[in-house]
């Protein structure tokens, strides 16, 4: 079964669009570069980007101090936002983006960031690797055992929060009558056995297995029994008949806004189940024409604000985009609980108030000075709209949208009356423009 | 620390905000074609004064939006996220089983409950017992539904849309505010969790979604007065784009929403005005401080109709149980004290009805961890001056009243306590809000 590959034109607007999906949009002249290779060769280089290079300088804080991800409230997500903003290898790090997400693990319940950043790297590690490989290191991933008590989850006193997650949002979905609480309860002594030690100094560490809280005596699972051990747990899952089209569907989801036809899906389901790639799938999920010429989709937050950087060659240079991922409806390694995000609803009043936050805090640093105008005769609107325009570097915008942006532009400097507004309103007025480019629909989506 | 920082930039980042609340007698600023309008809130007694932008006129739009909405009873629901363990709220103290079932997680010293002498309140839920003993609180302590889903998530939605159907995709609150709300006021459905809470889910309408009415001001750096004006009115007008692609018009439909809703809350833009007649619990956890801003919303006759917001605390007490508890319990019951007592000071408090629920309760027997896997039936409160009081349903007792996995059966469907609450409370017809409205028993929750 072969999976249907975009045909069409695949020039600037359309590899636009790809480094967007399938990471946090160009940075200047990338689209160009990857239009260039055509649509296989653009996949080809985002699946194997070889080894990672920062581009660009290193993330500080406000003060100028390095980032300290491991002890600061917060610059755990900034340094995550750098390595969005400055990795040579996009799909990499969306990729890390998605496991999070599908993984949803909140240092709300594991209290230590350094765990957390562990789990991120094993994320990266496996970013387009094999499933299977991944959910056996998940499931005793110390960020995970602490988040769903694995490491409370003993013989002859089952906690059933692993086994039960794992089940519903990790492989094989709710209400698909994949499996029974039956199921939950048998998974849940497989899983037992996982332990580890504690110190004011240290915190949690030594996470081990112990054969000793291990139940090993017969379960029923699926309508099989066995003596199973945690990894035979996994094994079962993934090898489950409902779990590659759960697998393909989901992942399906983070990169096109519309459900899959059947064909794909069966598609899709064949490259998947010859051994558990994710690689395999998402090369063609990212050449699929629903991707390419299919709906738009609204910007993870903080992919909004990676790309915004990225766009205009910028690295991050303030910690207050944790604060504003917050108000924005993302704060990396604080998902909202254990099923992440929900992808379909990120914008409301109160995230979109975030958002223009965000973009208001990135233009703190690149502002027109209303009292320093240059000299001669001060820009009229339609210059003063290209003007904006191209400090984002040319982003494509509807008619609509440049129709609203001129028209502010001409009734803002017909307000001027006095000489002084008349010399200061341009930058103000450039100034607002650039905030209103941002936020716009265009730019929100892709 | 985290809103600190936040007011510091909102402060850092000039104007752009339109109009800005200032006290009464101060002058008009100079040259910025603002005017000046008065507004008195009823119940704080305290006239606010701004400045509105003369051309626009924000400010009159902001008050005169939708007066509909405006007077009428108020329905707010507060989520205990995780599943919060409803035979923790009211024990079986008297249940000869609750010993054996739960050897180290048994509470006592808690207050009787009046209805059943098998019941006490959890010690952390006085508050709560006490508004009981005024009759202002109707406690379900078995509300649930038939086959119930032990997944967060999927008992969470049954109970988010008002219906036993995963595809359902508008919220229960949400199709009600379809039917009576109208195109102007996002503010008739609103969240305070900071994002918007899925029983608000429209499909027609719009709805707010806030972190709290001090806190939605839009700000630019470099941007002020008539620019800043024009700049939020632009902002507004996305609204007109009529994108076809979904995604394009989700972004322009949030954004003049967010536009109209920073209208209607420019009378709090200053924060010196949301003065508080009772004093809400001091904590870092952001619920009492959401109901106090709500509180002062309703004194100032805001439309509002439909409210929601999370309790403090995560309920998913899978280990350490007894602790989160005491303590996310404690916090939750002394804020809605606070909150009814505020209301009460304003004279508002026959205007607004709060539903207390949780996506479902927890297992009977404690686990090894000291806490409890997820259940069944669980525990929930409506609180009001014109609550009905009492019980509805019983608690089903531990020797029959539990499942073949062991959790508590329900003796009260929520679909039944929203047909209530529409009914009696909104005075709507149920039929059109929840599927199947007429197989529910309508328990009397109004007085």
């Known amino acids: 079964m072969k999976v249907d590959v975009y045909q069409g034109e695949f020039g600037e607007p359309q590899a636009e669009r790809l480094l967007w999906r399938a990471g946090f949009g160009p940075r200047p002249g990338e689209a160009a570069a990857l239009a260039a290779q055509g649509l296989d060769g653009a996949v080809g280089s985002l699946l194997d980007p070889g080894p990672e290079q920062l581009v660009g300088p290193p993330p500080h804080g406000n003060d100028g101090h390095p980032l300290h991800p491991y002890a ?39 209290g230590s960031q350094r765990l957390m950043i562990g789990q991120n790297e094993l994320f990266r590690g496996h970013a387009l690797g094999a499933f299977d490989r991944l959910l056996l290191d998940v499931t005793h991933d ?31 979905g709710a209400e698909r009558g994949a499996y029974t609480e039956e199921d939950v309860r048998q998974q849940a ?46 094994r079962l899952c993934v090898t489950h008949p409902l779990h590659a089209p759960f697998f393909v569907e989901k992942l399906w989801s983070y990169f096109v806004p519309t459900p899959p036809d059947s064909p794909t899906l069966a598609g899709l389901e064949a490259l998947y189940t010859s051994g558990f790639s994710v690689k395999a799938v ?51 390694f604080y998902p909202p609980n254990v099923a992440g995000w929900d992808d379909t609803r990120w914008l409301d009043t109160a995230t979109f108030l975030g958002r223009w936050i965000g973009v208001s805090r990135l233009l703190q640093d690149h502002q027109r000075n209303p009292n320093h105008p240059p000299p001669g005769v001060p ?64 730019l929100q989506t892709a | 620390m985290r809103r600190r920082c936040c007011e510091e930039f909102t402060r850092r980042a000039e104007a752009g905000a339109g109009v800005r609340a200032i006290e009464p007698g101060m002058p008009l600023p100079a040259g910025t074609g603002m005017t000046r309008r008065g507004f008195v809130t009823r119940s704080l007694g305290l006239a606010l004064t701004v400045y ?44 000869p089983l609750y010993a054996k079932l739960r050897p180290n997680l048994a509470l006592s010293g808690g207050q009787p409950f009046a209805e059943d002498a098998r019941l006490a309140w959890h010690p952390a839920l006085a508050p709560l017992a006490q508004l009981h003993s005024e009759g202002k609180v109707t406690a379900l302590p078995a509300i649930g539904y038939d086959h119930p889903d032990q997944s967060h998530f999927t008992s969470r939605h049954y109970w988010e849309v008002g219906a036993t159907d995963t595809e359902l995709r508008t919220g229960w609150m949400g199709r009600y505010l379809d039917e009576v709300g109208t195109a102007d006021n996002p503010l008739q459905g609103l969240s305070l969790t900071g994002q918007l809470e899925p029983t608000l889910a429209t499909t027609r309408v719009p709805v707010a979604a806030i972190a709290g009415p001090d806190q939605y001001t839009f700000g630019t750096s470099g941007v002020w007065g008539s620019v800043g004006d024009r700049m939020l009115e632009t902002l507004g007008r996305f609204g007109e784009l009529h994108a076809t692609d979904p995604a394009l018009h989700t972004v322009s439909q949030v954004a003049s929403q967010s536009d109209r809703l920073r209208k209607q809350l420019l009378p709090f833009a200053d924060k010196t005005k949301l003065v508080s007649p009772v004093a809400y619990p001091q904590t870092s956890d952001g619920f009492p401080q959401h109901l106090a801003g709500l509180a002062a919303m309703i004194g100032a006759d805001l439309p509002l109709r439909c409210v929601a917001l999370e309790a403090s605390g995560q309920y998913d007490t899978h280990a350490g149980e007894t602790a989160a508890l005491s303590t996310a319990f404690g916090v939750t019951a002394q804020s ?27 297992r009977a027997q404690e686990n090894g961890s000291g806490g409890t896997d997820h259940g069944a039936a669980g525990t929930a409160f409506v609180i009001g001056s014109r609550a009905s009081g009492g019980m509805v349903g019983e608690f089903p007792g531990l020797a029959k009243g539990l499942d073949v996995d062991g959790n508590l059966k329900p003796t009260a469907d929520f679909r039944g306590v929203y047909v209530s609450l529409l009914e009696q409370w909104l005075g709507f017809d149920a039929a059109r809000i929840v599927p199947d409205a007429g197989r529910f028993a309508r328990p009397k929750l109004v007085r």
């Open chain 1, 142 to 172: 110390p960020a995970m055992l602490l988040w769903l008590n694995g490491t409370e989850n003993v013989k002859g006193a089952p906690n059933e929060n692993y086994g039960r997650e794992m089940m519903e949002l990790f492989t094989l």
């Open chain 1, 282 to 332: 998402v090369g063609a999920i990212l050449r699929h024409p629903d991707l390419h010429v299919g709906e738009r989709m609204v910007k993870p937050p903080v992919v909004y604000v990676a790309g915004l950087l990225r766009r205009i060659g910028s690295g991050v240079t303030t910690t207050d985009w944790a604060w504003i991922g917050q108000l924005s409806g993302q704060q990396l």
């Open chain 1, 189 to 234: 002594r497989s899983f037992s056995g996982w332990q580890n030690r504690w110190s004011q100094l240290r915190g949690d560490f030594d996470f081990h297995f112990d054969l000793a809280q291990h139940d090993d005596g017969v379960k029923h699972v699926f309508g099989s029994s066995g003596r199973f051990s945690w990894e035979d747990a996994c």
């Open chain 1, 379 to 442: 820009p009229d609107a339609s210059t003063l709209v290209g003007q904006a325009v191209a400090f984002w570097r040319n982003p494509p915008l509807s008619s609509g949208t440049l129709g609203l942006l001129g028209e502010f532009a001409r009734r803002a400097l017909a307000d001027a009356t006095a000489d002084w507004e008349r010399k200061a309103y341009p930058a103000l007025v450039e100034n607002a423009l650039r905030q209103l480019i941002a936020v716009s629909p265009d």
């Open chain 2, 336 to 362: 809605l004290l606070a909150f009814q007592r505020d209301l009460e000071a304003r004279g508002v408090a026959d205007r607004v009805l709060t539903l207390v629920w949780s996506e479902f309760g927890r």
């Open chain 2, 52 to 95: 509105g932008a003369g051309p626009l006129g924000l400010f009159d739009q902001g008050i005169a939006c939708a007066g509909a909405g405006r007077g009428g009873p108020i329905l707010v629901s507060i989520f205990m996220p995780g599943g919060a363990d409803g035979m923790s709220m009211l024990y079986p103290a008297g249940d």
């Open chain 1, 72 to 110: 600061v409230w917060g610059e755990d997500h900034c340094w995550w936002l750098d390595r969005m903003v400055r990795t040579s290898r996009p799909l990499v790090e969306r990729m890390t983006l998605v496991w999070h997400d599908w993984f949803a693990t909140s240092n709300e319940g594991v």
